[in-house]
């Protein structure tokens, strides 16, 4: 995720962010009998972060600096553990617990205008899930997920104020053929950014940062530099079974739009989002 509002409007603070992440998640799973499974996994997560602005000194507005340390990459480590239920092929039920990764992207922000660039923690959240599915005929199936994602006591996250989140979504298969699998699904998350009122005045200290931030701030670059607002998403989809052994799955999303406004005295930023994605997968069975 990440914006780009360089040589905009000047109020925009020539705000570039970039956050990616990835994880790469060897598995095991165990089979106890014909019913319960349990699995253990390895999270070995990469984060690539940068937060680049242009900050000011709010007791001389004329002194100003570009904040960016440019891109900081590290790299962090997580596990995760899950149990699942298989009642005689018709019911399945599934409950995973993912630890928090504890990430440190280096001299990626000066905050006070001293050219030494401050470290700064982000770590992804703890997340709980839990999964139900039900497949009444051979051909049909349907799912719901339920996921509470622990923004608020993760580090960087809780300090620029996201609130926790419940995830719910669900989705369902038909396969009017042996070869042909319809999909359509929807999910909800509240956003973990909020607007409404904020003050400009007060002095919010987040590690590693020297300067402090005010409420006002904080809102400013969650939605200028971070907008992930949308709640609304939905999915449709098809699969398609050439051979036994190749397929091919197409994916269509939508998010719908969003906007969130926060207040500061006389100062007002407003963000909205919305976005598609279309994906495709070619899939060799062996």
């Excluded at 699995?39 to 002194?63: I, K, R």
């Excluded at 269509?252 to 100062?267: E, L």
């Amino acid at each position: 995720m990440g914006t780009d509002y360089r040589n905009k409007d000047p109020l925009l603070a020539n705000m570039h962010t970039t956050f990616q992440f990835m994880r790469v998640i060897p598995a095991l799973s165990y089979k106890i009998n014909s019913a319960i499974y349990v699995s253990g996994a390895v999270h070995l997560a990469y984060g690539s972060l940068d937060m680049g602005a242009n900050m000011c000194n709010p007791e001389d507005p004329t002194q100003c600096w570009n904040a960016g340390g440019g891109q900081s990459q590290t790299y962090g480590v997580g596990a995760q553990i899950g149990l699942a239920y298989n009642m005689g092929d018709f019911l399945y039920a599934g409950l995973t617990y993912q630890s928090p990764v504890n990430m440190t992207y280096k001299r990626v922000f000066d905050s006070d205008g001293d050219r030494a660039f401050e470290d700064f923690k982000l770590t992804q959240p703890l997340e709980l899930a839990f999964g139900l599915g039900i497949k009444p005929m051979e051909n049909f199936k349907v799912g719901m997920d339920i996921r509470w994602i622990n923004w608020g006591d993760a580090k960087g996250y809780k300090h620029f104020q996201w609130k926790d989140q419940w995830v719910i979504a669900v989705g369902g298969e038909f396969k009017p053929t042996q070869k042909l699998a319809l999909r359509a699904g929807y999910n909800y998350g509240k956003s973990p950014i909020r607007g409404g009122a904020k003050d400009p005045t007060n002095a919010n200290n987040i590690p590693n940062l020297t300067a402090p931030f005010s409420d006002f701030k904080i809102a400013f670059f969650n939605l200028v530099g971070f907008p992930a607002i949308t709640e609304h998403h939905i999915t449709l989809g098809l699969g398609y079974e050439f051979t036994k052994n190749f397929g091919i799955d197409l994916a269509y999303k939508h998010a719908f739009n969003k906007k969130v406004r926060a207040t500061g005295g006389p100062f007002i930023v407003e963000a909205q989002n919305s976005q598609n994605a279309i994906s495709i997968g070619l899939n060799w069975k062996f």
